[in-house]
């Protein structure tokens, strides 16, 4: 008898055997295709399963199965590469692959709900309405409407008709008299066209020739060009190239703010069905966009990290921008890079994934040094823009202001009577980072985590950023009730507060993720930005992110200091990443554009690089030093964590695990630690890590499967919980 092997929604690592549902012969089950759902028993539940294998034979005895309730597919709703991709996920990541495989289906229809067609349902007259003489339903206006609607078009769409204020009843009623027939549409084939792209320059020309002669089939090709150099535009023309074959192109952006101003790029140049796939929308949308791509019928997919799986019909290419953004690494649960998942998406898919940035992640140049990857640069500004200055100040012994030093203050004070846009960087949201008692020293600490809470004074809160507790800002200090409490360090609020009133009627804009909250926040601040009036835009990370700013030309770094001693081994990575996208938010049109940095650390080496190098040298020695010490992206890392009530059950976890571990260690890895986490407590929990090094992937992955398959097999105390994270981003 045949037996279905199913990937069951759990934390276990196992794929499950089941018998075919009562009913089915040995034939139909053995005619079944991996990928479709099939709801089971599992435990006292009943879940939704995802067929991976119909095999001859169990090695579990037939009488220890349980049988299948019910097939929910007739027919697969993704291809078989992509079930093989999420096996393949499961397994490089050490992912249950019943976690693993959902990722690849739309919300309702992992919950098991019947999969329902786009509403492409339609009306269209009969040959008995066709042949109605005109006025011979005036005595009811909304079939003469209806009919009037159907004489002008071949098929209407249903939804028309509802838009019109013609309901279903009114059609029914058509379609007894025998005057119209329901039809259905057919989804939108090869209707994209696009407008008249702008004329690529030489460095872009020579690029898009070289990527469309790749485009046949698999490859990853990584383009390297500074911010402004026309990246887009590239894309823009490959899009083209693949919409006129016929193929739709999936395009991963790190941000949700960013969709509406990457949206609007591509509707102007493409008449074309394009749909957006992020958590930021209602599920009955995002369905109907994950359907749309798998059924073919939209051209373009645009989405964040999770769109990586999203199933399209016909995938002719797949674009990572901004390919080096750490937000397409999942931090907790499924902990994958939808960067390198992209990257053998189109192996399995044999299509052209391309990554862009104007700071590549080190992995990605590193790939591109070894031949893995294609590289190809655009070294200059696209638009005739020069790149802009970049200057450190030494505000050492200088009075401050919110942060900005006289020399700062002036800068923005000649660019606003100038006429043009100051972009201020500073990366801590609220008005404070620490709360005080001047009387006896307390300082108001998170009851979960070894952290400081955040002073947000609009809000009249104290938040932690790491857990996010919330509480009332306290009036009086909790241990000696006096009411001298006061803020130390500066967050975005106070130096809001500050800009407003030293440089009024200027417009002040704050961009964090409190004040861009809301779903249209981030579109209405950017049309309002374009219309190039003189402000000041202070803002968090997220300006960073790929934002098209065109009248911004000065860029200030309020406290590169901050940025400047991090204890991560990418740390130095990640700054000249931040600096470099940051600065490129100047000078983008045609006023130059000037970078300023406030430093108490004038000399500190990471800083002079920057100063001194563009990003590609510095990157590349960085690179130098990261082979020398065998660090990613030369080596390999994984991370075993663990989240415990108490201080010793992880580290006791992670030490026997060590234990059994080291003596079966596969050849080049080698085991760092059990140690407690940077942050050792944080919402509550201790956490403890085990670091684990290895010379290759191949070793990383044996070692993976050995330390999984002796954890598993550890006792877990209650309250305690494990996880493993490969290739991790974030580590010490
Ligand atoms: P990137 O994505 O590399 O940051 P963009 O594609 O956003 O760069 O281009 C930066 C600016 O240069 C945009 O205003 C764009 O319209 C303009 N641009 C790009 N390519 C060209 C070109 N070939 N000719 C003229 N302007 C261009
Ligand atoms: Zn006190
Ligand atoms: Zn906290």
Redesign the pocket.
């Known amino acids: 008898m045949p037996i279905l092997r199913l990937a069951i929604p759990s934390p276990l690592r196992n794929e499950f055997d089941y018998l075919p549902p009562e009913g089915w012969s040995d034939a139909q089950a053995a005619a079944l295709q991996p990928g479709i759902r099939v709801r089971a028993p599992f435990g006292r539940r009943e879940v939704t399963g995802y067929l991976l294998a119909v095999l001859p034979d169990s090695p579990l005895a037939s009488t220890r199965l349980k049988a299948a309730i019910e097939i929910l597919d007739q027919k697969p709703l993704i291809k078989p590469a992509m079930v093989q991709l999420c096996q393949w996920a499961a397994s490089y990541y050490q992912h249950p692959p019943g976690e693993v495989l959902p990722a690849a289906f739309s919300h309702p229809l992992r919950k098991g709900k019947a999969h329902k067609a786009l509403g492409n349902a339609a009306w269209r007259l009969t040959t008995r309405g066709k042949g109605l003489p005109a006025g011979a339903l005036s005595r009811s206006p909304r079939q003469a409407l209806a009919l009037e609607i159907l004489q002008q078009q071949d098929a209407v769409p249903a939804s028309h008709f509802s838009n019109e204020g013609v309901s279903s009843a009114v059609l029914r009623s058509l379609r007894e008299k025998g005057l119209i027939q329901a039809d259905t549409l057919a989804p939108a084939g090869m209707a994209a066209t696009h407008r008249e792209p ?4 030489p460095d ?1 020309a020579r690029v898009v020739a070289s990527l469309k002669e790749s485009s046949g089939g698999f490859s990853t090709q990584l383009l390297e ?10 894309y823009l023309h490959l899009i083209a190239h693949c919409l006129k074959k016929n193929q739709q192109v999936l395009i991963l952006i790190p941000e949700i703010g960013l969709t509406p101003q990457t949206l609007g790029r591509f509707e102007q140049r493409f008449d074309a069905n394009i749909v957006v796939l992020h958590s930021g929308l209602t599920e009955q949308t995002r369905y109907k966009a994950w359907e749309a791509g798998r059924d073919g019928s939209a051209h373009i997919i645009l989405g964040t990290r999770s769109a990586i799986f999203a199933p399209v019909d016909r995938l002719g290419m797949i674009i990572v921008d901004e390919e080096h953004d750490s937000s397409y690494k999942q931090q907790d649960g499924f902990r994958y890079s939808a960067r390198d998942i992209a990257v053998k998406r189109g192996q399995l898919e044999n299509c052209m994934v391309l990554l ?1 940035s ?1 700071t590549p992640s080190l992995e990605s140049i590193y790939n591109a040094k070894e031949k893995r990857y294609q590289h190809h640069l ?1 070294p200059s ?3 005739g823009s020069e790149l802009p200055s970049i200057q450190a100040i030494d505000i050492r012994k200088q009075s401050l202001q919110a942060g900005l030093g006289a020399a700062l203050i002036d800068s923005v004070e000649q660019t606003l009577t100038a006429g043009h846009q100051v972009l201020l960087f500073l990366n801590r949201r609220g008005y404070a980072p620490t709360l005080q008692c001047h009387d006896c020293g307390w300082i108001a600490e998170c009851r979960g985590c070894d952290a400081r809470l955040t002073v947000h004074r609009r809000q009249g809160k104290l938040r932690c950023h790491h857990c996010g507790a919330s509480q009332a800002l306290p009036r009086q200090c909790p241990t000696c009730h006096s009411s001298a409490l006061m803020t130390a360090g500066l967050g975005t609020e106070q130096t809001e507060e500050f800009l407003r009133s030293k440089f009024s009627p200027w417009p002040v804009y704050r961009v964090d993720s409190d004040s861009m909250a809301k779903k249209d926040a981030m579109h209405d601040l950017v049309s309002e930005l374009m219309k190039g009036e003189p402000c000041i835009l202070l803002g968090t990370q997220m300006l960073t992110k ?1 934002h ?1 700013f ?1 009248t911004v030309s000065l860029v200030a770094i309020i406290d590169v200091d901050s940025a400047l001693f991090s204890n991560d081994f990418r740390g130095e990575e990640r700054m000249a990443q931040l600096l470099t996208q940051v600065g ?1 938010r100047a000078g ?1 049109a045609s006023t130059p554009g000037k970078v300023i940095l406030q430093t108490h650390y004038p000399d500190h080496p990471a800083l002079q690089a920057i100063l001194q190098k563009p990003y590609a040298e510095h990157a590349r020695e960085i690179l130098v030093g990261r082979e020398a010490m065998g660090m990613p992206p030369a080596g390999k890392l994984l991370m075993l964590r663990t989240d415990a009530a108490d201080v010793d059950t992880g580290e006791q976890f992670l030490q026997s695990l060590r234990t059994q571990a080291q003596p079966r260690l596969p050849p080049g890895t080698s085991l760092i630690g059990p140690l407690p986490s940077p942050m050792q407590r944080r919402a509550g929990k201790f956490r403890s890590q085990l670091m684990v090094t290895a010379d290759s992937p191949k070793a990383a992955q044996a070692v993976a499967r050995l330390l999984v398959s002796i954890a598993e097999t550890l006792p877990v105390r209650r309250g305690m919980k494990w996880s493993i994270d490969v290739d991790p981003i974030d580590v010490f």
């Open positions: 702008l004329t690529l320059n872009q060009g500074v911010t402004g150099s026309g990246k887009t535009e590239v862009g104007a655009l500004r696209a638009g790929g098209h065109p490129g983008r």
